[in-house]
């Protein structure tokens, strides 16, 4: 009778082994003086400096459904960086810069071409944000995922003096929202956009070419995720408060910047909708208030600030536009979107 090993189960622990060297020299690109050691052991040091009195920030989440379009379009750097850079626009919310990031990739089993595209997108992710990679894992788990299936989570620790914490407290009536554009659908809705274009049943589309978007539906779902740290870091000192617009849209994100005294009145109209969002409209009849809900529709991040701070931002940032205001709570206590 043959005996049983972990490789006859579906799990290569000598690719394993191969591929952990590979991944330390992903990792080192990423490594600055405060990384203590090269890794390799069951947990990544990092020495905190610079601080005066620092708040650690921290974020975990994932890629979500995006993942199956990665996996059907045969693409997955644009996912790794993705990864990196939700979790960081996360903590960048609260006025923190990204420190160190961590990673967990499970896969049905174990495939190498396909785990350095994902490394190599979360490298270019961590070193345009300044972040060490410090550690991760990596598991084969056969009865859980079938076929191509995978899924990726990612954990980012930051800091950020405490006075500088970015709350939302000295928001009030008058201050003024401004925009920040996003690249498309970034990582949220990805759900109901494959059901409104059947890419299951009918994965071919992802390869059609639509005039409206300028290249494929499956190209415009794999454009990365906007990484707002380098852009906004300068005018944090502004920032009264900040929103990361991913599920939920703005109304399900913006409160979560406000005192309970006030609310946003978003005038749509104020700043440019990505064709991508249209062709989801029209395509699956989705309505406006639905849209609102699920996708960010073209703002991938929201400032309030004073109405002072206006043209300083506006002359330093080109692609900042000023897209509605703070207003007093009313009854309904929801945020205003005029259309």
């Not at 405060?34 to 920030?57: C, R």
């Not at 954990?155 to 009030?172: L, P, T």
């Not at 925009?179 to 589309?205: A, M, Q, Y």
């Amino acid at each position: 009778m043959e005996s049983n090993t972990y490789s006859s189960s579906g799990v290569d622990l000598g690719s394993m082994d191969e591929l952990k060297d590979r991944i330390k020299a992903f990792a080192s690109l990423t490594h600055g003086p405060e990384v203590v050691g090269s890794g390799g052991s069951f947990a990544g040091l990092y020495t905190l400096s610079g601080y005066d009195n620092p708040v650690l920030v921290s974020s975990t989440d994932g890629v979500g459904t995006k993942l199956r379009i990665a996996a059907q379009m045969g693409h997955f750097e644009s996912v790794g960086e993705d990864l990196v850079t939700l979790n960081v626009n996360d903590i960048l919310t609260k006025g923190a810069k990204p420190l160190f990031f961590l990673d967990y990739i499970s896969f049905s089993h174990l495939d190498n071409h396909r785990m350095e595209m994902l490394l190599r997108g979360i490298v270019w992710g961590c070193k345009e944000v300044g972040c060490s990679l410090i550690g991760g894992e990596t598991a084969q788990m056969p009865d859980i995922y079938s076929d191509e299936d995978f899924d990726l989570a990612g954990f980012v620790v930051g800091a950020v003096e405490q006075d500088k914490v970015i709350d939302g407290r000295d928001i009030i009536s008058g201050d003024v929202l401004i925009g920040f554009p996003s690249s498309g659908l970034h990582t949220n809705g990805f759900s109901l956009v494959r059901k409104v274009f059947s890419t299951e049943e009918n994965p071919d589309i992802l390869f059609q070419h639509f005039d409206e978007l300028g290249h494929s539906l499956g190209e415009e779902m794999l454009i990365r995720h906007r990484s707002y740290y380098p852009m906004i870091e300068p005018i944090l000192s502004l920032c009264k408060g900040l929103c990361h617009v991913t599920g939920g849209g703005l109304p399900g994100k913006v409160p979560s910047m406000l005192p309970g005294n006030v609310t946003a009145e978003f005038n749509v109209g104020s700043w440019m909708v990505p064709a991508i969002f249209k062709l989801i409209q029209d395509v699956g009849k989705v309505n406006s208030d639905e849209m609102h809900r699920v996708f960010n529709m073209g703002l991938g991040m929201v400032a309030a600030i004073d109405q002072e701070s206006v043209a300083t931002i506006l002359d330093t940032m080109p692609d900042a536009q000023v897209i509605g205001s703070i207003v007093p709570m009313t009854d309904d206590k929801e945020v205003r979107i005029i259309y």
